[in-house]
């Protein structure tokens, strides 16, 4: 599990709607205009209703002829339910709309993190990635479903209404213009309150996804230290900070409603009590100041439900901003990549490793210079002390640490290759996920089990890296449970053959393979290594194995590092 090492981006004050949000989902596009459309015509539903319910009444008090109220009566009705239909309508929209921009959304996020490289992931907590491209994204549900609708029908309906109030009785629109602005300054300071609360509770969460995942993952050297209830005891403690900021934004979001409410309450009662007044002394008809008074409280509700609904969509607003933050910077990284970097189909480079005074980055130290050639049919062993660097240079080979000096692969620049295109690796971890062991050792192919071919190559995989007695069909748990240490690097060995076997790398790059493993199936695995190298594969290893020297063709020996003070 990596961590987060990286600061977490500043935040700033964003507006309503995002506009990297019409940029990195395009869906979004079509949902604002469904939903201005429909916005309008409930607006113009609202206006309907409030005014056949008005003739409805008046025709009552006037003695109209029934035939006239039974028209009347028949277009309310039409409004009312014009009104409930739009209203399903708009639900079924924004449903739609959350569910095709979430889906386009985590497809940019994996694409800008495959962008992005290792080397970056490697500074991420992959636990809040996936709270950010799960739960967070998750979240839109409520931005999509109820926040934006609302936003949109606000800026639509709310001067429509004033408008025609104005129209009807310009001291009751007068009044709706001087108390309006009094809700969203409310908003703006609640709001502001509630913004600060709602991102130390995501942030939360993310710190509990991250002690969660890392405690599950070393769980067992915990048993082993007897340390697993002081590790309980934290997660437990980040649990009740996510459970008090919870509750800490559920009580700002019910002062809100209350607030936004009672100003509403306030602003319509002015207006009734000035309907009420006009109404006694004359000088308003009861037609226009009935009519009035309905439209009233309709003039308001949009930009209360805006703040009410701010809440329900806060955290997807903040997931947003993080999977934002993400986009940007591979949008970034995207314009200053080689232009070589895009070009996956046409096949490894055949050729000659070298390295030329490569000095890998770690954080801000760069490690001394390495010099290698590795012709296709050798094995090249790294070795040297713990510390010295020798994983750092396998990492520096598949874009997981930056370095300095020339690498080149049949003469072609690495920098402008992907390491998915020449690069067969196994580490230290074996790195397994759940499925099948045929999904592990074909990691990215196309339904393997469809292919007798794949099956094959698989099974010949296995059997180089000594796990021919795993069945290919047999089930793992999460992180490769079901198997042993040794049976597990065995997988992620045949991994890295797999994708030899299959044509898709020159290089195999084989970090402590054998280190889980006992002297005889040690020795199995070099004879495999070996045998692949006289077919024309080029093989950098790095083992502590005095055996190892034995089937190399060439040592690189690297010195301690001195870590300053």
């Not at 793992?476 to 449970?481: E, I, R, T």
Request: with cysteine; proline share 5%; aromatic share 6%.
């Amino acid at each position: 599990m990596s961590t987060d090492r990286a600061a977490a981006p500043a935040r700033t004050r964003r507006p309503p709607v995002d506009p990297r949000l019409l940029r990195y989902a395009r869906a979004s596009r079509a949902f604002f205009v469904a939903i201005a459309v429909i916005g309008a015509l409930q607006t113009l539903a609202t206006i309907a209703f409030a005014w056949f319910l008005t003739r409805s009444i008046t025709g009552v008090i006037d003695g109209a002829p029934p035939s006239e109220l039974t028209v009347t009566l028949g277009l309310l009705s039409l409004a009312v339910v014009t009104r409930a239909v739009l209203l399903w309508v708009r639900e079924l929209v924004a449903v739609r709309g959350a569910a095709r921009v979430e889906a386009q959304l985590r497809l940019t996020l994996v694409a800008a993190v495959d962008t992005l490289g290792p080397e970056w992931l490697e500074t991420r907590n992959t636990a809040q990635l996936a709270v950010t491209a799960g739960r967070g994204l998750d979240a839109l549900d409520a931005y999509f479903g109820r926040y934006l609708p609302q936003l949109v029908q606000t800026v639509i309906a709310t001067p429509v209404l004033i408008a025609v109030m104005w129209w009807q009785d310009w001291i009751s629109g007068l009044t709706v213009l001087l108390t309006l602005p009094l809700i969203p300054s409310f908003m703006a300071l609640i709001g502001m309150a509630t913004r600060s609360v709602q991102q130390r509770q995501w942030q939360t969460l993310h710190r509990l996804a991250a002690r969660f995942a890392d405690t599950v993952q070393g769980l067992s050297t915990l048993k082993v230290f007897g340390r697993q209830q002081r590790a309980a005891a934290s997660i437990e403690k980040v649990t009740d900070t996510y459970r008090r900021e919870t509750m800490r934004v559920l009580r700002i979001s019910f002062l809100s409603g209350f607030a936004l409410e009672f100003l509403a309450s306030i602003a319509v009662a002015i207006i009734a009590v000035s309907i009420g007044f006009r109404l006694i002394d004359g000088t308003l008809a009861l037609v226009v100041g009935l009519f009035v008074l309905l439209l009233a409280p309709e003039a308001y509700l949009p930009l209360r439900q805006v703040g009410v609904q701010f809440h329900a969509a806060a955290e997807g607003v903040a997931a947003t901003e993080d999977v934002f933050a993400v986009l940007d910077a591979a949008r970034t990284h995207g314009a200053a990549a080689p232009v070589g970097a895009a070009g996956l189909d046409a096949g490894p480079p055949l050729g000659t490793l070298v390295l030329d005074g490569v000095r890998v980055r770690r954080g801000e130290r760069l490690l001394p210079p390495v010099h290698l050639v590795a012709p296709p049919g050798t094995v090249t062993l790294i070795e040297g002390p713990s510390g010295a660097g020798k994983s750092s240079i396998l990492a520096a080979l598949r874009g997981a640490a930056g370095f300095e000096g020339t690498a080149t692969c049949a003469g072609r620049d690495l920098r402008t290759l992907r390491p998915a295109q020449w690069l067969a690796w196994a580490g230290q971890h074996p790195g397994l996920v759940s499925g099948s062991v045929l999904d592990n050792v074909t990691l990215g192919e196309a339904s393997p089990a469809e292919s007798d071919a794949v099956r094959a190559r698989a099974t010949r995989a296995l059997e180089l890296a000594g796990a021919d007695a795993i069945d290919l069909d047999h089930l793992l748990g999460v992180q490769g449970a079901g198997l042993s240490g040794g049976q597990a690097q065995r997988v992620a060995v045949a991994r890295a053959f797999y994708r030899y076997l299959s044509g898709a790398a020159s290089v195999i790059a084989l970090d402590e393979p054998s280190s889980a493993l006992d002297a005889e199936t040690e020795s199995r695995l070099w004879r495999s290594v070996r045998s692949l190298a006289d077919a024309g594969a080029t093989v950098l290893l790095v083992s502590h194995r005095t055996s190892a020297r034995e089937l190399a063709d060439e040592v690189v020996a690297l010195a301690a590092v001195e870590v300053p003070a």
